[in-house]
């Protein structure tokens, strides 16, 4: 199946750092790649849904200046926390789509951001 | 009403015994629906997905849908201590995004 390289799989920063994560795909072209974060105990809200080679479509209640999605290529989409405080802690997973609605999504091994 | 609604548990079910998960939804995630696995701390993994009214099997996982009544729901036969984890319902409508549940916390007791 489908592989997708997510890294890193743990962060541990001061306040303030900007931290990127990156997702790339590894034997196929993702023309979509979503971005997921969850809480503890809690399911997955969707972030934004980056386009390759357009400007990422953020979720409602999402700040695009402050996760900045970038998908330059079909193979990489990165997300980049700016200036991250403690409320960003949480786990960021990215995930792609076969491309059909009756396909599924699968996802990265995500990230998790602790931010002291 | 949630688009996608999912008891948070925790259901507990012997290990041996069928465990039934249940989702209800709403018409704007009605069209495809997927169950997913999450182990603690991991991120989800693909069990089974499903569009169409009726049971679809795979091995000791049967997916079932209600499109009559929106509801879908998963049945674990012969549950094993490895089933235990958070398994999240999601639903798809008209576009690609899919519409995650808050998730069932499920233990299978030894």
């Known amino acids: 199946g489908a592989v997708v390289s997510q890294h890193p799989s743990w962060v541990i920063c001061k306040s303030g750092t900007s931290v990127k994560i990156e997702c790339r795909s590894l034997?196929?072209?993702?023309?979509?790649m979503f971005w997921y974060r969850q809480f503890p105990k809690q399911s997955l809200m969707l972030m934004a849904t980056s386009n390759e080679g357009s400007k990422a479509t953020y979720e409602q209640g999402v700040e695009k200046d402050k996760f900045l999605i970038n998908h330059a290529s079909l193979t990489l989409s990165t997300l980049t926390v700016t200036s991250a405080h403690p409320e960003d802690s949480s786990f960021y997973i990215c995930?792609?789509?076969?491309?059909?609605?009756?396909?599924?999504?699968?996802f990265g091994d995500g990230t998790r951001l602790s931010i002291l | 009403q949630k688009e996608v609604e999912q008891n948070s548990g925790p259901l507990s079910v012997p290990e041996g015994a069928i465990a039934s998960l249940n989702c209800t939804y709403s018409?704007?995630?009605?069209?495809?629906f997927f169950w997913y696995r999450q182990y603690s701390g991991k991120s989800p993994e693909l069990i089974m997905s499903?569009?169409?009214?009726g049971d679809k099997e795979d091995g000791r996982f049967t997916a079932q849908l209600n499109k009559a009544s929106q509801y879908v729901s998963l049945l674990i036969r012969d549950s094993q201590p490895s089933d235990s984890a958070t398994y999240l319902c999601?639903?798809?409508?008209?576009?690609?995004?899919?519409?995650f549940g808050t998730g069932t916390r499920l233990t299978i007791i030894p």
């Open positions: 995930s792609w789509g076969e491309g059909q609605v009756n396909q599924p999504q699968h």
């Open positions: 034997d196929f072209q993702a023309t979509t």
């Open positions: 999601a639903g798809r409508g008209g576009n690609e995004k899919l519409t």
């Open positions: 018409d704007r995630v009605s069209q495809s």
């Open positions: 499903i569009y169409s009214n």
